[in-house]
């Protein structure tokens, strides 16, 4: 059975996001699909559209879990699940991964964050990357959990925590 | 139709619940059977336990959507829903609720709060109470978000919030 | 905790619906609540809705598990459950009740027959609504199978089975 | 985007599967994998699993969607997709594919059968491999719905409406 990776990131409508923090995305899903897993991410724009650009082009797989149609999933994802369940597909994805890495992101990256942490999921964010990511990369922070994630400088140690754990 | 308010906050295991946390969350329970609403929430023990006890001091309804079987509901849950489809269960309490009180909490709370945080659903978080509520309550976290929970300082005023807003 | 007891049936864009069968789920639900338990449904139009207008008219109490909205539901539901999952709501009305009522039913109903039958729902069909019910009332069909469904000839017999079986 | 196509079946306890039934459910993901589709099941064993055998020897890719963890997928399983959610994930199998092929099957399969018609996904049953297949292929009994599945009589007739479908 193939081993899976999972990205949570911003979708394209985060302002936010800057070309630096795609770039790492697209690292990311490029690091991924080297190490012969398979990239599972929401399936939409932003950072999952440059993680899943990233995984294609070292030749992998990329799997969206979509919260709707798979007429929403960006054009290098090759296996769309449409789930129609909405946020629930948040679950899923988190579920389906072997080890998720997180980049940036608003409340709903934190929502797969918080979900991987507390089903015991390795959990790996990049700091420097903007956005919840950055504000859970604080140890002072982090030290008031039991449960915690790593914390990465760079998309190529984030996949190499994450390729580790699994 | 009933209006639904939810409880997010840690089951009984979280050994940094305090009794003026669990007695916050008793006072939510109260305050939302007095304005004639139901009080939703996971349906274990700790923080959701406190809650639907309060609720039941006041004669309120108290439904716990259950990750499993309804076995495991606290002893003042009058509707169980046993979802058997784990912390998925998550995303449909935050669906069911009009509007929805974090307490104290960790990656589990969190999970709920940022997931209705990005749908959209009035979200009112307790500061004092602990936990990831008291981190989110901080002014200079928020203004990093466009979306953001409003801040209560007691059961009381966090319940008037929710009713303000459904 | 209450006891719950779910129905299954079309909703009213079911053109074969008669007034007899509506008329046979609006006492299911009358018996439903003359019995104490709480009627549970997918709180639409058709059959759900004549069953909840029953369990009113003997003061029971109504929850409707939606597909999307609360604004679906039909008038006579005291606790929409807006899941937003959409037909994956079968899933769920189908493990929230201690056992399962069906009359008539296309597909959508058939769904909740299989699936409470393949989970051990206590699961009671009514001969003479029409539909899958009467389809599935058949002796013959059903001694192919090891699992079955109880049949009933009237909604007070069907409340009776299903109230033995809690 | 690769095209999906589901199989739908009994486990490996179901005592009615007879060689013949597996050796339709072998030659389906033949079939599926030599026009060049995934071959998406629930993973498990049966038809589950000869199917995806049958994607193997033609070098296909298998999709198992798992009502829990990824350790019960059968060795055929190229991506398991671990969900926690039970029966759950019959209706994301459903959702997932672009056409589903049902074989035999009892409750579990008339539950997806069901399903994909509801919400109007291309279905194909195969007559005579058993089970709900066989008394779903009954004229007299489909002309009673306004929505039917397509009955084939070899698995190669049904893949090939299916592939026509989507």
Redesign the interface.
């Known amino acids: 059975?193939?081993k899976?990776i999972g990205i949570s990131g911003s979708d394209g409508d985060d302002l936010s996001l800057t070309p630096s923090t795609l770039k790492i995305a697209e690292e990311v899903g490029y690091y991924v699909a080297k190490k012969g897993a398979?990239l599972v991410s929401g399936g939409r724009g932003g950072v999952m559209e440059a993680a899943a650009r990233g995984a294609k082009k070292a030749q992998g797989l990329t799997?969206g879990i979509m919260p709707g149609s798979?007429d929403e999933?960006n054009s290098f994802?090759?296996?769309?699940?449409?789930?129609?369940?909405?946020?629930?597909r948040?679950?899923?994805l988190v579920?389906?991964v072997d080890a998720l890495i997180a980049i940036a992101g608003?409340?709903?990256t934190?929502?797969e964050i918080?979900?991987a942490?507390?089903?015991g999921k390795p959990t790996i964010i990049i700091r420097g990357s903007g956005?919840w990511a950055d504000?859970l990369a604080d140890e002072g922070?982090l030290k008031?959990?039991e449960?915690r994630p790593y914390v990465a400088s760079s998309a190529r140690e984030a996949v190499e925590l994450a390729v580790r754990e699994i």
Chains 1, 2, 3, 4 share one sequence.
């Not at 090759?78 to 629930?88: H, R, S």
């Open positions: 059975m193939k899976m398979v799997i798979a999933a994802i090759d296996i769309a699940i449409p789930t129609y369940v909405g946020y629930a948040n679950y899923l579920r389906s608003r409340w709903g934190l929502n918080s979900l942490l507390n089903i956005g504000i922070l008031k959990f449960v």
